[in-house]
């Protein structure tokens, strides 16, 4: 490549603003033409906000967008696509009701003479350019009544079929068979060698590895490295992504967990056999003691959700069992999962998990209505007393049990969940990123919390996006990849530098 | 797909192929077949019915209505609703025959004119206010009514159509069938084209498919909102203008409640109101079907004017029901 070339895309110094957040902090991102360029970092790192700024959604507070090194701003989606940038969202963003053929000409349609849609030469095209990505299915029927991975495989087709420069691919392997990912590949190998420029965002390692040239590291709204991919081992890659300098891994000090608890050993209180789930997980299992904390780790999109939600009986699945206590849950949903004695802290608790609205008192007091009632009549002094005890016992700061959940930091919210969790009587407490967005005072005390309460018996277990938090709260550790696991840290091993190891090494 | 071609496909399995696919016809031309079934009742069943000019009679009083649900079924199929056009067509109507003292142009321009802007405001308040379309079109609903009252002195005042042409048009005959019949059946083939073969029309099927997939996709989204508010307009003031054509004089009190039967219509037709899905040919049995019914229920003689309404309603229901049932039963065969 001469030096005369001027990068397809290039931002200088970008920022964006959003109300509480930097989502983006002065980063700069130069992609060229024919190269297969890797975005990468854990959730929240900006790398949607990037990729919305590249492609018109968003409009960046500071920083320059050049476009064949000539400054430009994109106003809206359109002028992006105007420019030959296309792109292919996680969520296939197409229309379900209409027929493929009209999805994939939306905007563009071939018309005959008179300007009218050419109806028959469309669904012939269309026929030819799917046939390209093997896909061979009817293009006049509904786009909705095609699997997933042909509805990714039509999004693709869409967005690389006019003379596009650019492609941005978010996470598009995510619901992908394996078959249609090698599709994917070749698309991606044709489309390098037509000197289109790709940005990949993925967070499954092997395949960065497989077809990226480049590749960009964001943590935390900053860029942390950019250069080519062959430069940069797995374990610094992953490093990087964490924000864990390897050298500085240590043991002690980063968090208020105490040491490991003496697992009270005896019969496993939750036991997971082979879970599996389409696209999701595969052949998961592992066991929980009384009084231990095991750990979920792996980078986002290993499954650690998905297989909390499928314990918790939230996510269908095609096989395996859950056992709690020794007695296998018969049907999995959330409801017998609650009854068997499984209490699940979401990952969104604004979402999923609390009342807003409402007092600490009725948001605790919501879960425990079912275990108060007495032929539907229930106890307000019972409610009372059990509503003082947990206040107290959790340390939960508030005016009074009325005061609204809404008004408490996200330390407190956090707490009042915990609350609701444990007044159900769980014998196992499945936490979802349980200090996230709390600050750091606060964080120590619900560390603290998670140990008191699996001293005090129960099963814990614990997924953290926060390497720290992950391996000095649990007594073992299970590394998730790809949806499947990838290994276990037990005594000494659970350390960050293991872990990163772990997560970095290839299953092959 | 050849069925007939597959003679080693198991004969349970052809059986069920068979069945799904006569239940997806029916489905999706659900309106057509219950419309075929009341029509062979009606034959049967009245002497009176079968006349060339009772046909004539359901065709020409159809009219007003297919036009008011032309527009909707655009309207429906974005995901939209439009409340005001009863409102609109009786404006039109009254606008008609004031106009009509200067001439046929003048009596057809007029409503037109003020019905479709009020259509531009209220597309314009939907599409840049983002304001729900149920809340506006009702503004837009009582604001329309409020205007047909003052010009009418709230009713006192009754416009006769002048004689001339408009009063022509309205009682002229084209082979037995009067022009307005003529009118809209030409304006619904012009609305097919449209809808299925040009990029307004797709534009249309996706945003109320997905809004934002749609934009993603980059489609116009406000600008193809404000064009169906402004068609929905235009034809619920063209609805008024013929309607006051045919009866000689702009009648305020008719047309209250018409845009509940245009969407019932649209709906009997297979259009789903969540948007997205919908056919015109369905919106066409739709309003023929209601208009069957009430004939029929006319025929009969028997019947007050409130139990009719009450017949129609339970029927507008049936079909629903049966729609939802036969599309339940076509996910099982399928799935």
């Known amino acids: 490549m001469s030096a005369s070339d001027a990068p397809l895309l290039e931002v200088v110094g970008v ?16 992609l060229r033409a024919g190269e297969v360029h890797a975005l990468v970092g854990e959730n929240g790192a900006g790398k949607s906000t990037l990729i919305k700024v ?36 996680q969520e296939v963003n197409l229309v379900p009701l209409m027929s493929v053929a009209r999805n994939l000409f939306l905007g563009r349609e071939p018309r005959n003479r008179f300007g009218l849609v050419d109806v028959a030469r469309m669904n012939r095209e269309a026929a030819e350019i799917l046939a390209g990505y093997g896909i061979t299915s009817d293009v006049r029927r509904p786009l909705g009544l095609m699997a997933l991975g042909a509805q990714q495989m039509v999004a693709l087709a869409r967005a690389v079929m006019v003379d596009a420069r650019v492609v941005v691919m978010d996470e598009p392997t995510s619901s992908l068979e394996p078959r249609e990912v090698e599709t994917l590949f070749g698309v991606i190998q044709r489309l390098h060698e037509r000197g289109v420029g790709i940005i990949y965002v993925s967070h499954r390692l092997d395949e960065l590895y497989r077809i990226c040239d480049a590749v960009t590291i964001l943590r935390d709204g900053k860029l942390v490295h950019t250069g080519l991919i062959k430069d940069l081992d797995r374990l610094q890659l992953v490093s990087h992504m964490l924000g864990r300098p390897m050298s500085d891994v240590r043991k002690a000090g980063f968090t208020s967990f105490g040491g490991e608890h003496s697992a009270a050993g005896g019969k496993p209180v939750l036991r ?21 904390v095991v750990g979920l780790g792996g980078l986002l999109g290993a499954g650690r959700s998905e297989t909390i939600k499928a314990v918790a009986g939230a996510l269908p699945l095609d096989s395996g069992t859950v056992e709690v206590d020794g007695t296998t849950l018969r049907r999995p949903n959330p409801v017998a999962a ?27 007091a919501l879960a425990v209505l079912p275990r108060l009632s007495t032929a539907g009549v229930v106890s307000e002094r019972k409610i009372d007393k059990i509503v003082e005890t947990f206040i107290s016992r959790l340390r939960i700061k508030a005016s009074g049990p009325h005061q609204r959940v809404g008004d408490l930091s996200g330390g407190n919210q956090q707490k009042v969940l915990l609350a609701r969790l444990l007044a159900t009587g769980p014998k196992v407490l499945l936490l979802d990123e349980p200090t996230r967005g709390i600050d750091v005072g606060a964080k120590a005390e619900v560390q603290a919390l998670i140990d008191e309460l699996a001293a005090e018996g129960l099963g814990v277990v614990l997924v953290s996006s926060d390497a720290e938090e992950l391996v000095e709260g649990s007594d073992r550790v299970v590394v998730l990849r790809d949806g499947a696991v990838a290994g276990e840290l037990r005594g000494d091993e659970v350390t960050t530098e293991h872990l990163m190891n772990v997560i970095a090494t290839a299953a092959s | 797909m050849t069925l ?37 009742v009606g034959l049967v069943a009245y002497d009176d019915f079968r006349s060339f000019d009772n046909a004539g009679t359901i065709l020409v009083s159809a009219a007003p209505a297919a036009l008011i649900a032309l527009g909707m079924t655009f309207v429906i199929i974005t995901g939209g609703i439009d409340l005001s056009v009863g409102s609109l067509y009786v404006l039109g109507g009254v606008l008609a025959a004031w106009a009509s003292q200067y001439g046929i142009a003048a009596a057809f321009a007029v409503p037109l004119a003020v019905c479709g802007l009020f259509g531009l405001v209220q597309g314009l308040v939907i599409a840049y206010a983002r304001l729900a379309p149920f809340i506006v079109t009702l503004a837009g609903l009582l604001g329309a009514r409020g205007l047909m009252l003052a010009l009418s002195d709230e009713g006192g005042t009754t416009y006769l159509v002048d004689p001339g042409a408009f009063k022509d048009f309205g009682k002229g005959e084209l082979l037995g069938v009067k022009y307005a019949v003529y009118l809209v059946a030409v304006l619904f083939v012009v609305g097919m084209v449209t809808l299925y073969r040009t990029r307004f029309g797709q534009s249309v099927y996706a945003i109320g498919g997905s809004e934002d997939a749609a934009r993603l996709m980059g489609v116009r989204i406000r600008g193809t909102q404000i064009r169906v508010y402004v068609l929905s307009g235009l034809l619920a003031g063209l609805a008024g203008s013929i309607n006051a054509a045919r009866l000689g004089s702009g009648v305020t009190v008719l047309g209250t409640g018409m845009e509940l039967d245009a969407i019932a219509a649209v709906v009997v ?19 023929l079907l209601l208009q069957v019914i009430q004939n029929l229920i006319n025929q009969d003689g028997g019947v007050s004017s409130a139990w009719q309404t009450v017949i129609s309603g339970t029927f507008i229901a049936l079909v629903v029901v049966a729609q939802t049932y036969l599309a339940k039963l076509r996910r099982v065969a399928s799935g």
């Open chain 1, 338 to 364: 609650l009854k068997a004695g499984i209490a699940v802290q979401p990952e969104d608790r604004k979402a999923e998990g609390l009342a807003l609205g409402l007092s600490i008192r009725e948001n605790i």
């Open chain 1, 272 to 292: 997971c056999a082979d879970l599996n789930s389409r696209h999701k997980l595969t052949g998961i299992s592992f066991e929980v003691l009384p009084g231990e």
């Open chain 2, 269 to 287: 037709g297979g259009t789903l109101l969540t948007g997205g899905a919908g056919t015109l040919g369905g919106t066409i049995a739709g309003v």
């Open chain 2, 4 to 40: 007939v071609a597959e003679p080693k496909l198991e004969k349970a399995e052809a059986a069920s192929l068979r069945t799904e696919r006569i239940v997806e016809l029916v489905q999706r031309q659900g309106a057509l077949a219950v419309l075929a079934i009341v029509l062979v």
């Open chain 1, 54 to 89: 590249l492609t018109g959604v968003y409009q960046p507070d500071g920083g320059d967008l050049r476009h064949l090194g000539k400054p430009v701003t994109f106003n809206g989606p359109l002028d992006a696509q105007a420019a030959g940038i296309s792109t292919i969202y």
């Open chain 1, 15 to 30: 920022s964006k603003q959003f109300p509480g957040v930097r989502a983006l902090d002065d980063v700069s991102f130069t």
